[in-house]
């Protein structure tokens, strides 16, 4: 049987990494979770979500740091996927010839709106692409766009939870970009 790419994707806190956790929970294949060196918010090696859950992940700058340690392993959690280099595409297809499964989860765009990563090309290679959605800070409507609170740095990568960003409904978000 060919493993598949499933994609697990949205807004800010839109629950991507709870829906990655819970599907690592119920498989009974021999998974690794990684996670990108430039996440800062878990410096030891874990995964938090916002709602506190947590499991032992691996920290990587790339995707294939993890190949010397995938001889019985049928599954992949990537999380934070948005965060990778180029090279995750090439990774997760030579992953998918040794018969491994991936999940990625990660933002599809930025604050700005735009693309964020390699994420839009890992969607088109998946199988099955959830799309998670938030509630709006402003009008508690289903939101799908990352809004950026604070203003202190024009740089896409900027890793923060609820100090940093919130979830905006389009009307909301954009009222904010007009
Ligand atoms: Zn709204």
Redesign the pocket.
Known sequence: MIKDIQVITGCMFAGKTTELLNRLNKTNQNYLLIKPKIDTRNINNSIETHDGVQKKAITVSKVSDVFSEIDNIQLIAIDEAQFFPASIIEDINYLVSKNIQIVVAGLDKDYLNQPFGYMQQIIGMAKSVTRLEAV?N????P?SYSHRITDNSSSQILVGASDQYEA??Q??FDSYSL
């Open positions: 709006c402003k009008c508690s409507s939101a905006l409904c009307k909301c």
